[in-house]
């Protein structure tokens, strides 16, 4: 027995290299290299939000949580669509209310209630007279707020990320699916014009079978570090290693792939540089650590046999970049820094308004050609009157912002499954938790959970509604 106590603690010292176990319902083990997330069995009294639409409502009453540097260009946008009423506003701090009800009343619109202080977004989530509560706080606030939103009764729409953690993933996906309740995160990129009208030509065939796509945050965030409520930003980039911003990349090429309609995203891989940068941030502000990696990368492959590639990096000073590349059997688009198109010859899905002798795919097509695809392929949920005019004059990022505001309110009214469900909000959300284990793991491949528990194959394709 004498000779076994050291063999036995060899094998326990082993054991997590092989096996380790599930810490709870949606932790992982790691099973031959492979750290793999559990899917736990939806609970008895949940309903599936693949589809799902909400009762019509004429006019949305929406309350908005969260009035720094975001909030209040969003009630600015509600007050110039039609339908919607900010009836209620709220901040940690009293003071920030001023400015969000003065937009209001620029805009002729009623003033809104106030709430602030710690309770204060729990009391506005209380009344009984909201429809939506619109979520624009730090990011740790935003499931926990969007989950008591909906137990009281009413849709949420949360900011980017929608949850920092798988836990806090399937507490959105588990609240949404018992209280049949939308929970839309905002990921405004995906509204943006060019990807919008690359994703109408990836539906139209343009490109043949996209196999490959590409998105990123890369953003310099000097100038802006220190204009975050009380350094939240910061902090959360300072403690987490990983993609800890990967909505902005992820929609769009999620989106141009149907993901969750017909594919799914199965394993993912990632890597991330030391923090040169990070340490030097950190240090001007007394901190010795900083986690998170300067540039971060994350592979993905899908279960139809495709990829997607992902970059974080907030830290170095290179121009903005969310990488938007999108890959096909038969051409190509690109975002950044330069917008074009690829397209081979002799593709014949292409319509017939467009010269297609003129398409070459072994560069760019013309300027000329290029401009002739965006009117050509222009989406058709921003055809609708003056939108993109309005779009622009009110602003958000260009326009994307409003259309993806507009959008919202549009589904909302009309009774329409809204353009991104609680899945996406989950599947795009959660590669923070997930690049951070991958990488804590020397690169191991991560097996991703399906949030939509086998029934990413029910929709056929991305449809959205009109
Ligand atoms: N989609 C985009 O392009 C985009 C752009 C910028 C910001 N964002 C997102 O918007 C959110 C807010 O970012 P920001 O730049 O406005 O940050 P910010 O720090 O300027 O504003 C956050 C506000 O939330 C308030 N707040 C914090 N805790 C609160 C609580 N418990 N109750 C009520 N209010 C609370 C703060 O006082 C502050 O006014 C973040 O999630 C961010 O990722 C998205």
């Known amino acids: 027995m004498k000779h076994l106590i050291p063999a036995i603690i060899a094998l326990v010292a082993l054991l997590p290299l092989s096996c380790s176990p599930i810490n709870n319902d949606y932790g992982y083990v790691i099973e031959d290299g492979v750290i793999v997330y559990n899917t736990p069995q939806r609970p008895a009294d949940q309903v599936s939000m693949i589809g799902f639409a909400a009762e019509p409502l004429d006019t949305v009453r929406i309350g908005v949580i969260g009035l720094g540097m975001r909030g209040p260009d969003a009630v600015n946008r509600f007050a110039n669509i039609e339908g919607t009423d900010v009836r209620a506003i709220c901040d940690l701090y009293p003071e920030k209310l001023e400015r969000t009800q003065q937009i209001l009343e620029r805009n002729g619109k009623a003033r809104a209630a106030e709430y602030s202080g710690p309770e204060g977004w729990r009391e506005l989530c209380d009344r009984e007279d909201l429809d939506l509560i619109y979520i624009v706080t730090p990011w740790d606030s935003h499931t926990p707020m969007a989950v008591y939103a909906m137990e009281h009764g009413k849709h949420v729409a949360i900011e980017v990320p929608a949850a920092t953690s798988v836990e806090e993933c399937w507490q959105l996906v588990n609240t949404a699916e018992r209280t049949q309740k939308h929970c839309m995160m905002l990921e405004n990129c995906v509204y943006d014009f060019f990807e919008l009208t690359t994703l109408n ?115 170095t000073p290179r121009p903005y970049n969310r990488m938007y590349m999108v890959e096909g059997t038969e051409g190509f688009a690109n975002k950044y820094p330069y917008e074009g198109y690829a397209i081979r010859t002799q593709n014949k899905e292409i319509s017939s308004e467009v010269d297609i002798y003129n398409l070459d795919g072994e560069s760019f097509v013309s300027q000329d050609m290029k401009n002739a695809l965006m009117v050509e392929y222009q989406h058709p949920i921003t055809r609708e009157g003056s939108l993109v005019e309005t779009a622009k004059r009110v602003g958000g990022h260009g326009g994307m912002d409003f259309i993806m505001d507009y959008r919202l309110i549009y589904c909302l009214q009309k009774g329409l499954p809204l353009d991104q469900d609680v899945y996406d909000a989950a599947e795009w959300s959660c590669l923070g938790e997930l690049t951070r284990v991958s990488i804590e793991n020397g690169s191991m491949p991560v097996q991703m959970p399906d949030f939509t528990r086998g029934e990413w194959n029910k929709l056929d394709g991305l449809k959205l509604a009109l």
């Open 201 to 315: 030509m990836v539906q139209q065939g343009v490109f043949g079978d996209i196999i490959h796509a590409e998105g990123a945050y890369i953003h310099n965030l000097d100038p802006y570090w220190n204009n975050y409520q009380d350094n939240w930003r910061y902090e959360f980039n300072q403690k987490n290693r990983g993609d800890v911003y990967p909505t902005h990349g992820l929609g769009p090429a999620c989106w141009a792939l149907d993901i969750h309609r017909g594919d799914k995203m199965n394993t993912l891989v990632a890597m991330d540089t030391d923090a040169f940068n990070g340490k030097k941030l950190a240090a001007t502000r007394g901190d010795e650590d900083y986690a998170n990696g300067d540039h971060t990368i994350t592979l993905i492959r899908t279960e139809k046999g495709k990829t997607i590639e992902i970059h974080h990096n907030v830290v």
